[in-house]
């Protein structure tokens, strides 16, 4: 995984090097998607790594929180907290790691930082936040599922790269 984040590194930052020189720079906003998740850390490094190639690189950070399961079905599977304390409780969590996904961005170089906190369909979320700022580039974590999986349960990466109006890494 470390060679292939700096060889992309490499690729991208050539290629818009010489698109520099001839006045264009195609990137200059950059939505990543965060979750909390390892594969979502990843995306957000790379984020990072990509906003550095410009210094007046905006960056927005969004997590979608999707609601909770007793929201879609009526049920109550923990049986021992309130629909409202399970959605205070998630949106808690997806601020936390909003804010300690922005404080790593600014740590490491990164000052033009914009989060968003969305709830619903977090497919459908991070395409609204897209049409909203209007990115160059989404960022998004993937967690391998696996084809059967993929098919039938989907995938908020695959759906957001099937989806979007720009491009999706």
Known sequence: YFYFHKILIAIITFNIMEKRERGILPIERILVAVDGSKPSMRALDMAISLSKLNKNMKLYIVMAIPYPVQYVTGENPTGDITLLDRMNTLKEKGEQILENSKNYAISNGVMNVETFLKQGDPAKEILNVSK??????????????????????????????????????
Do not use: H, M
Not at 144 to 153: D, H
């Open 132 to 169: 909203t700022v209007k990115p160059d580039l989404i960022v998004i974590g993937n967690r391998r599922r696996g084809f059967l999986k993929g098919v039938f349960l989907g995938s908020v990466s695959q759906r957001v790269a099937a989806n979007s109006d720009v491009s999706v890494l």
